[in-house]
């Protein structure tokens, strides 16, 4: 059986520039390092604004910072006349690894379909991305359908001809969730995860099935991501808000010392 390390990504969205961005860093390592954090027990991943990027991708390769880094979108579009966006070889350049595609966010304001995120999957792998597959409900979605019904059919467009040897993550965000403070509870994380674990094994194959990170995002805190982790199909978490406090989010990333499994 395939081990999956836990992935705790820290989605920042439009908030820190790129010398606030620097300073976190710094400030979100140190406090790792004081606390006796070991590298490789967890994959932590930072996901800032792309302004941020390059000064984020300095550091971490100078100061050889144990940090995988993120974009927050990429463009279905390789180079050309498309005014604001950003393509997947530009953030291959910048080393990034991980590029989030089909936010809820970038779904209700930017108006992404299925098929839009479908094409940004196919971006992202095209230039050698592991792109971060964001799935979920909205509490609509969740009284009409029920809770897993809605993020399947997501992931099954977003995963179409995907290739069974591709690395992908997926996210299962229930919109209903996302900074409102209600969390779903640990069973309900554990329904849907499983549901599209299933997915993945459908349309990639058991052994992707079996190697690829689900991830619950929506209201998680230092307080509730113990519970979550101890899920067999909860692999990390995508966190929002608690991602840019320093102390929250290094306390997330030590759930395994100072809350325990």
Known sequence: MAVRTPFLAGNW???????????????????????????????????????DLRSVQTLID????????????????DRGAYT?????EFLAK?????????????REYHHESDDIVAEKVRAALRHGLVPVVCVGETAEDLEEF?????????LEKALAGVPADADIVVAYE??????SGQAATPDQAQEVCAKLREVVAATMGEDAAARTR???GGSVKSGNIAS??????????????????????????????????
């Open 174 to 179: 229930p919109v209903w969730a996302i900074g």
């Open 214 to 216: 689900i991830l619950y």
């Open 94 to 106: 910048l080393r990034v690894t991980y590029v989030i595609v089909g936010h809820s966010e970038r």
């Open 62 to 77: 100078a100061d050889r910072i144990a940090f995988s880094l993120g974009a927050q979108d990429v463009s279905v579009h």
């Open 146 to 154: 029920g809770a897993s019904a809605v993020p399947v059919a997501q």
């Open 13 to 51: 969205k439009m908030n820190l520039d790129h010398l606030q961005a620097v300073a976190f860093v710094q400030k979100l390592n140190w406090s790792l390092k004081d606390a006796s954090h070991e590298n490789g027990t967890v994959e932590v991943g930072i996901f800032p604004p792309f302004t």
């Open 84 to 88: 604001g966006e950003v393509s997947g």
């Open 228 to 261: 979550y982790m101890r899920e067999p199909d909860v692999d990390g978490a995508l966190v929002g808000g608690a991602s840019i406090v320093v102390d929250e989010f290094s306390a997330i990333i030590r759930y395994q010392k100072h809350v325990g499994v």
